[in-house]
């Protein structure tokens, strides 16, 4: 019987948000060879420390538990993938983190932890909806033992990414996003055909960086809140990602807490928090400028509707949505119109494919060769060859370095000098100094930084 189904799995997630720590956990039991409703694995979450390292309130919203749990350096890191035996590692990451690591990984595995030659399994991915940088992320991305593409259509533009450079594809591998599930949507809720029933739910997915100026963002706002207005039976939530001073995956500089201070919303319209799961359980039309919640939303049946009012362009995300039937404006929305998705791209994003949201077709067996790929290189007779990434100095002797001086690695992937201790945690000063460091930080994103770039424009 192979190794890998007889014994527990040791896993570790290294993340640097609280979205992808989320991707990275579930993806993590999704991949784990074995029984795919209950994997016997270990779980060991590693934070990257910097910007966007999630709070406790973050962690307890995405709702994924770990065995152990640690904030550290990138270096730090390294050390303890040096020091434990896992079988697998997923870095979720951004592109830049996730080529350090590869190059940082394969200098710990040159030099051969003793009495433990052989080395895990490296795993990484894209959290949601890939709409921008697409080559240079996935570059970033090639040298690790499986590339998860959440769809087909991502499947086949990561190959073609790959071989039109000359790249291994061998490593994409397509699944589809962890985090799709809960119950099909069953129609609309009236609250006058049975006593206590809720209201008809407008959800409107906020994006910490989509869009970027207050115009755009007040706009939206508006719009919201004249629908609520135009709609007093109704319950309009604005579902947001985080609290002011919280970073997620983008930096926010213009909270809509802050926009919305300047409004007077009428009753019937909140703000809202929480697993997007929960909101979406209570949800008749999800609205958005480009969200991943949108395939969330699709993938439960759910009307959904991608906003058109912006334009449709690059820089917002929402042309990912071209040819979905899910375009539309507030103008449209507000004269009653409702979207009918297209069924061939929504089976090509790999969401309710087979038309079963959850617990049955073809999203339920999404995993199996992701699961089926990483049981194969576990077993692999005289372990797993070097990492071997598309950039070396080499090949990318302009680039390469300064991604890795970012995570205090050297061209070689060795710590610089002066990188922060591996074997110690910081002693209360330092995190004192630490956290107001971060805190001035995210001040002068949310407050600084956009007085500085009103002044530019006077």
């Known amino acids: 019987m192979p190794v890998s189904a007889t014994k527990t799995l040791r896993v570790a997630v290294l993340a640097d948000s609280d979205t992808r720590w989320k991707w990275g956990a579930l993806t993590a039991n999704r991949i784990a060879p074995g029984n795919p409703e209950n994997p016997d694995i270990r779980l060991d979450g590693y934070l990257l420390r910097g910007r966007a390292t999630p709070t406790a309130r973050q962690l307890e919203e995405v709702g994924v538990r770990a065995d152990a749990l640690h904030e550290v350096t990138a270096v730090q890191f390294l050390h303890a993938v040096r020091e434990e035996p896992y079988d697998v590692l997923v870095l979720a990451l951004v592109g830049g983190g996730v080529q350090a690591m590869l190059h940082g990984l394969g200098r710990v595995w040159q030099d051969g932890p003793a009495g433990r030659p052989e080395r895990p399994v490296v795993v990484t991915g894209y959290v949601g909806v890939v709409y921008e940088k697409l080559a240079d992320g996935l570059l970033l991305r090639h040298g690790a033992d499986l590339v998860l593409a959440n769809s087909r259509q991502d499947a086949d533009r990561f190959r073609a990414v790959y071989e039109g450079v000359g790249a291994d594809a061998g490593s994409v591998t397509e699944v589809a996003l962890p985090f799709l599930g809960g119950a099909a949507y069953t129609g609309e809720h009236d609250p006058s055909a049975q006593q206590g029933r809720r209201p008809y739910t ?186 071997a990434p598309y950039y070396t100095p080499v090949t990318a002797p302009g680039y390469l370095p300064g991604l890795l001086a970012r995570h205090h690695l050297g061209p070689d992937g060795t710590p610089l000098p002066g990188a922060p201790a591996a074997d110690k945690e910081p002693g209360p000063v330092r995190q004192i100094v630490r956290r107001a460091a971060r805190g001035a930080y995210r001040h002068g994103v949310q407050r600084v930084a956009p007085v500085i770039r009103r002044m530019g424009e006077l």
């Open 202 to 387: 407008v959800v409107f997915a906020a994006q910490p960086s989509v869009p970027e100026s207050r115009k755009d963002r007040a706009y939206l706002l508006n719009r919201l809140i004249e629908h609520a207005r135009r709609h007093p039976e109704r319950e309009v939530l604005l579902k947001l990602r985080s609290k002011p001073g919280e970073h997620t995956t983008h930096i926010e500089e213009l909270p809509y807490q802050k926009l919305v201070q300047r409004c007077d919303p009428p009753a019937n319209f909140r703000l809202v928090y929480g697993h997007m799961g929960e909101v979406l359980d209570r949800t008749d039309l999800l609205v958005t400028i480009s969200s991943t919640a949108a395939l969330e939303s699709l993938h439960r049946r759910i009307p959904t509707v991608v906003l058109t009012d912006l334009g449709v362009r690059e820089a917002l995300g929402n042309h990912h949505f071209v040819g979905s039937g899910c375009l539309a404006s507030w103008d449209q929305l507000d004269a009653g119109h409702r979207p009918v998705p297209d069924e061939e791209w929504v089976s090509r994003q790999g969401v309710a494919a087979g038309g079963t949201p959850s617990g049955g077709g073809s999203y339920a067996t999404a995993f199996d060769a992701a699961r089926a790929r990483v049981a194969e290189l576990l077993d692999r007779p005289g372990g797993l060859p070097p990492l």
